[in-house]
């Protein structure tokens, strides 16, 4: 069992930066490949960035690559979201996640474990 807890969010002017944790339990934890998704109000959960165990690997949706950036302290159980030149269509709810079967992946249902989410809002 995974237990993942996201903090960081909170209010940010459109073009500023914010910066996501994600505290993961276990021992293990440099075998897990973290995620990050979010869900904006009336929208589908949609995958922003991945990142594998080790930290060599990322990839990032389109939407958010050359601003946000994954990365990952292993020692310290945690990954994080740095976001930068945010836009108000950042507006969400956002997740952490993992996958107990394989490498990065791209959809929700592909995740074994999620966070409780951490909002972030862009005010324009």
């Known amino acids: 069992q995974v237990q993942l807890v996201e903090s960081g969010g909170g209010l940010v002017q459109a073009g500023g930066s914010l910066r996501l944790s994600c505290a993961a339990s276990?021992?293990?934890?440099?075998?897990?490949?973290m995620h990050w998704f979010r869900q904006a109000p009336g929208k589908e959960r949609e995958f922003v960035a991945g990142i594998s165990g080790s930290g060599d690997n990322t990839y990032y949706a389109d939407s958010v690559k050359g601003r946000f950036t994954i990365s990952r302290d292993n020692a310290k159980n945690t990954v994080y979201l740095q976001m930068m030149s945010l836009k108000f269509e950042d507006t969400a709810v956002y997740y952490c996640?993992?996958?107990?079967?394989?490498?990065?992946?791209?959809?929700?249902?592909?995740?074994?474990?999620w966070g409780k989410g951490s909002l972030v809002t862009v005010s324009s």
């Open positions: 996640a993992t996958n107990s079967g394989g490498g990065i992946r791209t959809t929700s249902g592909g995740m074994d474990y």
């Open positions: 276990g021992r293990t934890f440099s075998r897990y490949t």
